[in-house]
Structure formats: structure tokens, C-alpha cells
Nanobody, 118 residues
């Protein structure tokens, strides 16, 4: 059974930082591309960042370039999202997802809430 479990969300003040983690099990992690998505209230889910199976060329949505960093540790079967200079508009539920490129994202975590507020 494939499981993706996010952690690290919470309440942070504007300008602060958080590091999200997504621990996976039940899949050969090193063969999967990973992504972080977010869904804000009343909005569609959107891709924040993605990293290929070999940890090579990463992707960032325009809103998060220069502030967020995606990374992975294949030995720990875990993907991370370092979020810096957080803004209130970053408030959302953040999800990690896995796919065997070039297929669609197949496996999803349950999400972790990030709230940026003073």
C-alpha cells in the first residue's frame, strides 16, 4: 500500500519559514518524480514545485521561484519543501504527490495546512 504523509505545516508570521516533509512508503521512491501542490480556499489545486526521480532539474511555479526550494533524499524516501519569505497568500493546504514520469500524478498525501498570518 502506497502512503505519502506530509508534515511540517503550521502557523507562521509573514516573512517566516517552514519546511514541509513528505515521507513515502510502499513505492520505489527513487523511480518517482515528486511534486508539491497547494490548494487555497475556493481555488483550484496548483503545482508549486516538482523534482524528477534523479533529483535533477527542478520546476517552480512563478509565484514561488526564489522563495521555495524542493529537494529529496532517496535514502529516506522523503521529499521536502523549504518555504522562505512566506506571505499571507501562501496560506493553503499543501500536498505532495508522486508519479512515474511522464504519467500523471498518481499518489497523493492527505495534505498539511500552512497558515501565514500575523
Amino acid at each position: 500500500q502506497v502512503q505519502l504523509v506530509e508534515s511540517g505545516g503550521g502557523l507562521v508570521q509573514p516573512g517566516g519559514s517552514l519546511r514541509l516533509s513528505c515521507a513515502t512508503s510502499g513505492l520505489t521512491f527513487s523511480m518517482y518524480s515528486m511534486g508539491w501542490f497547494r490548494q487555497a480556499p475556493g481555488k483550484e489545486r496548483e503545482l508549486v514545485a516538482a523534482i524528477p526521480s534523479n533529483g535533477g532539474s527542478t520546476y517552480y511555479g512563478d509565484s514561488w521561484k526564489g522563495r521555495f526550494t524542493i529537494s529529496r533524499d532517496n535514502a529516506k524516501n522523503t521529499v521536502y519543501l523549504q518555504m522562505n519569505s512566506l506571505k499571507p497568500e501562501d496560506t493553503a493546504v499543501y500536498y505532495c504527490a508522486a508519479r512515474r514520469s511522464p504519467a500523471m500524478y498518481r499518489y497523493w498525501g492527505q495534505g498539511t495546512q500552512v497558515t501565514v498570518s500575523s
